[in-house]
């Protein structure tokens, strides 16, 4: 089945402890992306990358960091993680840039205490 | 730079009546559309992409109109049955250059169909 996954599914943490959320496709994509969902604010992207060791910031990338080593895997990093890091996290995936129907991952929920 | 406003923000109806959402963007200069539906608790569901060069989609109950011109665009959504209920979300695919690389998201309208 073609999906977007996302580890893990709920997350509570205290601030300054590193963390990493998994987010894997297995539809051969070369564009991935992470979104944050606040309410108030809708979804906004963090992080996007265009294939492999090619990332590049999006709307709100302070505080996250992301690598693209394997074309199915973009983890997330949150190196010190803040309560203003507290949201709904997305993963999504195309196959290109541009013109190409996004697909979401089930989304992570993070606490930070 | 873009700003994707959705009307209403929240919808109750009866089951079986037809419905419009809509959707307005600020910058015609877009790739594409996508309508999404977001279930409480669960990821976003892609459930039609208008390119630009198109006016239209359809699937099912659902038809997706995309004006690029006026920065609009409309999901109608036929006899709305409970399981419909859901937040729907619009997002536009700007061309590069303008600022923004991934989808820009409308805020959504929270719809209730009552059975």
């Known amino acids: 089945e073609a999906q977007v996954t996302q580890n893990p599914r709920y997350l509570i943490t205290v601030t300054g402890k590193k963390l990493t959320v998994t987010c894997s496709q297995n539809?051969?994509?070369?564009?991935m992306s992470w979104y944050r969902q606040d309410p108030g604010l809708g979804l906004r992207q963090i992080y996007y990358?265009?294939?492999?060791?090619?990332?590049d910031k999006g709307d709100v990338p302070e505080g996250y960091k992301v690598s693209r080593k394997e074309k199915r895997n973009f983890p997330l990093i949150l190196e010190s993680p803040s309560p203003n890091q507290t949201s709904l996290y997305f993963c999504?995936?195309?196959?290109?840039?541009?013109?190409?129907?996004?697909?979401f991952g089930p989304g992570t929920r993070l606490t930070v205490l | 730079k873009q700003e994707v406003t959705q009307i209403p923000a929240a919808l109750s109806v009866p089951e079986g009546e037809n419905l419009v959402l809509n959707c307005s963007f600020t910058?015609?200069?877009?790739?594409?559309l996508q309508w999404f539906r977001q279930d409480p608790g669960k990821g976003l569901t892609s459930l039609l992409l208008?390119?630009?060069?198109?006016r239209e989609q359809t699937s099912g109950r659902l038809n997706a109109s995309l004006d690029k011109s006026s920065g609009r665009s409309t999901l109608y959504i036929a006899a709305s049955q409970p399981g419909d209920s859901a937040t729907y979300l619009c997002?536009?695919?700007?061309?590069?250059?303008?600022?923004?690389?991934?989808?820009?998201f409308g805020k959504g309208t929270h719809l209730i169909i009552q059975p």
């Open positions: 910058d015609s200069a877009i790739y594409n």
């Open positions: 990358s265009m294939n492999v060791e090619v990332t």
């Open positions: 208008i390119q630009s060069s198109q």
């Open positions: 997002a536009v695919s700007e061309v590069p250059g303008g600022g923004a690389d991934g989808l820009t």
């Open positions: 999504a995936s195309s196959f290109g840039r541009l013109g190409d129907e996004q697909f």
């Open positions: 539809m051969n994509h070369e564009y």
